[in-house]
């Protein structure tokens, strides 16, 4: 796996929109917005975007039958074929802060 992008302080301008850009539509779904964070990571000549929110949000960023996280990654697609540059989409629960 790559390493961490950062975009604070002058880093990827199209990494950073992509990353706001993904962390404000999760933040409209889920219940707890403030466990909401994004982590870029170059692998090869794209750009991985892993998303982490609540357990109990979880169900909330994937959808029915995963519906809502193939129509973000749509999104992502359609924003990344602007740029001439891969992102892809992974969601994952933040299990740093114990469900309770």
Do not use: C, W, Y
């Not at 929110?53 to 602007?82: E, F, H, N, W, Y």
């Amino acid at each position: 796996m790559g390493q961490p992008t950062s975009v604070a302080g002058g880093g990827d301008d199209s990494t950073g929109n992509m990353k706001d850009l993904v962390a404000e539509i999760a933040k409209a779904l889920v219940d707890s917005p403030e466990s909401v964070s994004i982590e870029a990571f170059e692998e090869g000549e794209a750009t991985v975007l892993r998303l982490r929110v609540a357990p109990g949000d979880i169900g909330k960023v994937i959808g029915k039958q995963g519906r809502t996280a193939r129509s973000l990654r749509t999104i992502l697609a359609a924003a990344s074929m602007k740029l001439r540059h891969r992102f892809s989409l992974d969601i994952v629960e933040d299990d740093s802060h114990p469900a309770g």
